[in-house]
Antibody
Framework: EVHLVQSGAEVKKPGESLKISCKTSGYNFNDYWIGWVRQMPGKGLEWMGVIFPGDSDTRYSPSFQGQVTISADKSVNTAYLQWNSLRASDTAMYFC?????????????WGQGTLVTVSS | DIQMTQSPSSVSASVGDRVTISCRASQGISSWLAWYQQKPGKAPKLLIYAASSLQSGVPSRFSGSGSGTDFTLTISSLQPEDSATYYCQQANSFPLTFGPGTKVDIK
């Protein structure tokens, strides 16, 4: 069975750095896209970007290009989402998700979410 | 980028009612469309992919249709557990994009 388990909630100050993780199991990590989705409090879902671990091909949504870094470590079957300098506006729930099938960019299953709170 | 719109933004219906949600893409996306259900405090769940294919384990009262720019998610007989927000997502090209969501409440 495929599982995605995300790292725990974080509370950070503006300007601090952060790296959250999405540990996968139950399938060949190299073979499926992994995506990251932001959900700000009370708002809808926003795609941030996706990575194909097999060749590290990474695609960012324009709103997030240059603001975050998506990476993957094949040795531990884990994807990451990283910020170098957090802002209060980064406060949100972040979900990772795996491409559901080898064809088509629809995603299932999803991680449980990581709540990031940025406050001075 | 491909923009996705949904209507209505919210709907309130009774148990047993038929509920229809529309999704429109700003350009043609063939059948590269998915529907997700999200309940409060939970991760989204894939319901429909390729516009009309039912994801494994999803009740058959959910169905999807459409191609090109116009798509529909139908709940044939609304159940209490269907209270949630529903999102469409285009999978035609990067960047991937979601619609703004449709909240379904039970009267």
């Amino acid at each position: 069975e495929v599982h995605l388990v995300q790292s725990g909630a974080e509370v950070k100050k503006p300007g601090e750095s952060l790296k959250i993780s999405c540990k996968t199991s139950g399938y060949n990590f190299n073979d499926y896209w992994i995506g990251w989705v932001r959900q700000m409090p009370g708002k809808g879902l926003e795609w941030m970007g996706v990575i194909f671990p097999g060749d590290s091909d990474t695609r960012y949504s324009p709103s997030f290009q240059g603001q975050v870094t998506i990476s993957a470590d094949k040795s531990v079957n884990t994807a990451y989402l990283q910020w170098n300098s957090l802002r209060a506006s980064d406060t949100a729930m972040y979900f990772c998700a795996r491409q559901a099938y080898n064809i088509g960019l629809w995603f299932d299953p999803w991680g449980q979410g990581t709540l990031v709170t940025v406050s001075s | 980028d491909i923009q996705m719109t949904q209507s209505p933004s919210s709907v309130s219906a009774s148990v047993g009612d038929r509920v229809t949600i529309s999704c429109r893409a700003s350009q043609g996306i063939s059948s590269w469309l998915a529907w997700y259900q999200q309940k409060p405090g939970k991760a989204p769940k894939l319901l429909i992919y390729a516009a009309s294919s039912l994801q494994s384990g999803v009740p058959s009262r959910f169905s999807g249709s459409g191609s090109g720019t116009d798509f529909t998610l139908t709940i044939s007989s609304l159940q209490p557990e269907d209270s949630a927000t529903y999102y469409c997502q285009q999978a035609n090209s990067f960047p991937l994009t979601f619609g703004p969501g449709t909240k379904v409440d039970i009267k």
